[in-house]
């Protein structure tokens, strides 16, 4: 089992950056993959990047090229750089371990991108 908390989330203008962590209670390494997800009001949840055990990773086509996952075995720790973002990117964002079959999730933290 792994409990995760994400935090790095508030209030950014768009264009501005924000960068989320998603901490784990255990270590990551043996995960299958580490992945951000998000869920705008009124919409299902979506997803956003994932980062496997290779360090391989991939990203929606709404995100990519501005967002960048990443994760640091050591300190059991996912991050999501988010740059230049827009009003469509507000959403609560979820980190996800998927660990032997099994999918775990964090409660969120939210994004809001205005002016």
């Known amino acids: 089992q792994v409990q995760l908390v994400e935090s790095g989330g508030g209030l950014v203008q768009p264009g501005g950056s924000l960068r989320l962590s998603c901490a784990a209670s255990?270590?990551?390494?043996?995960?299958?993959?580490m992945a951000w997800y998000r869920q705008a009001p009124g919409k299902e949840r979506e997803f956003v990047a994932r980062v496997r055990s290779s360090d391989r990773t991939n990203y929606s086509d709404s995100v990519k090229g501005r967002f960048t996952i990443s994760r640091d075995n050591a300190k059991f720790t996912v991050y999501l750089q988010m740059n230049n973002l827009k009003p469509e990117d507000t959403a609560v964002y979820y980190c996800?371990?998927?660990?032997?079959?099994?999918?775990?999730w964090g409660k969120g933290t939210l994004v809001t991108v205005s002016s």
């Open positions: 255990r270590s990551i390494s043996d995960s299958n993959g």
């Open positions: 996800n371990c998927a660990l032997y079959g099994v999918d775990y």
